[in-house]
């Protein structure tokens, strides 16, 4: 339907309600129910709601019972006005945690449980994905799993000694630990937070998440995804799209075939015989992911398989890693149902993803390397710097930036665009003089614009004192996607205050 102009989907609520079936821990006469040994919460206080305001039958199975008075009512989660009746499982297999786990207090938060004895994934397919998604963490960055194989990402970082470096999540609702896949996806070992459904989703839907890794049945030539129909089948998009469209970045995963129809040897991926279907086609089925959309916001986006990785740019679809073993035309280009960007040869994806021993991804999560903060994109003529973890203490190291950046500018050749990453970055205030002087010098010299950005209110704040309070443009953005945004109004920089 069309608001003020503009197009929107309409979903009706349900006209009717009838029944509700719930589950929590413990109930007492009044059918207040408490949770403390269920794994997630949910959406039940919602449904119970709606079902009960609408004249229907709300029942809640629990484990136990207990006296009148007995519960903490900030501990009672579906209040007994809305219940009607409450079922006592009579054996624990009648009332498990998940579809695998009959009871884990690691999992409800009731104790925190060692993770370090857990065995580590095989080294297969699904792991080689997640261990070249996992190589795109950052520090301090909130993260959504999507189910399948994003799952086996919190199991790598838990292996590389990293999940206390990120914050990961997915949506039925835990904030942090260690998220578990399978049969027990959703919930998570030594959770920080487990939160209802319906609030994670205002987190994500408000633009919460640094990074999501979802799975990807299809993709196309424009990068659009499809995880929702084939055929005459609807799987259904379920959160998908809250999380895609709304992420700071996204990472889609998946098998470069269906089956994979490939193994890891010997450090390389070598690919087995056999019928399988391809999984990046011409036009996907059903769009569940518009690249048209990621383009338009500059939300950076990746398509990670065992076999090579694609990135999203303006020209279609760039193949721009292959993996060890595999032979870019029979193996890679011949299972395409598009021809895809090649502006230089692919390079070889990381030689550690692909052998059975630790990564040292902690090393690599805490380091970035010189090289690897610099970006040119010659079509928006935009410059990036990633200042990201950056800690600046000593006059020598500010020279040193300023000197790097320099000389990568006057390669250039020409006036450019200028968008900067300050995440947890860590200037020193007896710095802060110098530091302006050598962003005003490189501003005179290089900047038609620039954009500065940080995902911490914080940082957005220092930042606004140490650079504003010396005549440089004190706004520092929200997000990458807000600040290309600005970038592409080509509004150029006000001068310097001479003040």
């Given at each position: 339907m069309e608001i003020d102009g503009e197009e929107f989907l309409f979903y009706r609520s349900f006209e009717s309600l009838d029944v509700a079936l719930l589950r929590g821990t413990t109930a007492d006469p009044q059918g207040n129910v408490t949770p403390e040994r269920e794994a997630l919460t949910l959406e039940s206080l919602e449904i119970a709601i709606a079902v009960h305001n609408r004249g229907g039958l709300v029942i809640v199975r629990v484990e136990r019972l207990a006296e009148s008075g007995a519960l903490s009512?900030?501990?009672?989660?579906?209040?007994?006005?809305?219940?009607?009746?409450?079922?006592?499982?009579?054996?624990?297999?009648?009332?498990?945690?998940?579809?695998?786990?009959?009871?884990d207090p690691g999992m409800s938060g009731e104790l925190r449980v060692?993770?370090?004895?857990?065995?580590?994934?095989?080294?297969?397919?699904?792991?080689v994905i997640a261990r070249r998604a996992a190589m795109e963490l950052r520090p301090n960055s909130v993260v959504n799993l999507g189910i399948g194989v994003p799952e086996g990402i919190a199991a790598v970082a838990a292996e590389e000694g990293v999940l206390k470096y990120v914050t990961l999540t997915t949506e039925p609702g835990v904030i942090g630990g260690l998220p578990l896949g399978g049969l027990d996806f959703g919930s998570a070992l030594n959770a920080e937070a487990i939160l209802?459904?319906?609030?994670?989703?205002?987190?994500?839907?408000?633009?919460?998440?640094?990074?999501a890794f979802l799975g990807m049945a299809q993709a196309d030539r424009h990068g659009n995804v499809n995880v929702s129909r084939f055929g005459p089948r609807l799987a259904g998009a379920g959160g998908f799209v809250n999380i895609s469209q709304n992420s700071k970045s996204v990472f889609f995963l998946g098998t470069f075939l269906a089956p994979a129809r490939a193994e890891v040897r010997d450090g390389r991926i070598v690919h087995t015989d056999g019928m399988a279907a391809a999984k990046f086609i011409a036009d996907v089925e059903q769009c569940t992911f518009a690249a048209s959309n990621a383009l338009i916001t500059g939300q950076p986006v990746m398509y990670i398989t065992e076999r090579c990785v694609f990135q999203l740019t303006r020209e279609g679809m760039a193949l721009v890693e292959v993996a060890p073993g595999v032979d870019l035309e029979r193996d890679v280009l011949a299972h395409l149902g598009f021809t895809p960007v090649i502006r230089r040869d692919p390079v070889t994806m990381d030689p550690r993803i692909f052998v059975d021993e630790p990564m040292g991804l902690r090393q690599d999560l805490l380091s970035i390397p010189v090289e690897a903060r610099f970006a040119y994109d010659p079509e928006r003529?935009?410059?990036?710097?990633?200042?990201?973890?950056?800690?600046?203490?000593?006059?020598?190291?500010?020279?040193?930036?300023?000197?790097?950046?320099?000389?990568?500018?006057?390669?250039i050749g020409?006036?450019?665009?200028?968008?900067?990453?300050?995440?947890?970055?860590?200037?020193?205030?007896?710095?802060g003089d110098q530091y302006a002087a050598t962003v005003r010098?490189?501003?005179?010299?290089?900047?038609?614009?620039?954009?500065?950005?940080s995902t911490s209110a914080?940082?957005?704040?220092?930042?606004?004192?140490?650079?504003?309070?010396?005549?440089?443009?004190p706004h520092v953005y929200e997000s990458r996607a807000e600040a290309l945004a600005r970038v592409d109004d080509r509004r150029p920089i006000a001068p310097p205050n001479p003040a």
């Open positions: 009512p900030k501990d009672v989660k579906i209040p007994g006005i809305l219940v009607d009746c409450v079922v006592v499982a009579a054996r624990p297999e009648h009332h498990t945690q998940t579809r695998a786990t009959t009871y060692p993770t370090g004895a857990l065995a580590p994934m095989p080294l297969d397919v699904r792991k209802a459904q319906p609030s994670q989703f205002d987190f994500y839907d408000g633009g919460g998440l640094d990074a003529n935009t410059f990036f710097l990633n200042m990201e973890g950056m800690v600046l203490s000593a006059p020598a190291q500010v020279e040193e930036i300023g000197a790097l950046v320099d000389a990568r500018l006057a390669a020409h006036r450019v665009n200028m968008v900067v990453n300050y995440d947890n970055f860590v200037l020193a205030r007896d710095l010098g490189l501003t005179e010299k290089y900047y038609e614009s620039v954009r500065r950005y914080f940082m957005r704040l220092k930042l606004t004192d140490q650079l504003g309070g010396r005549g440089l443009a």
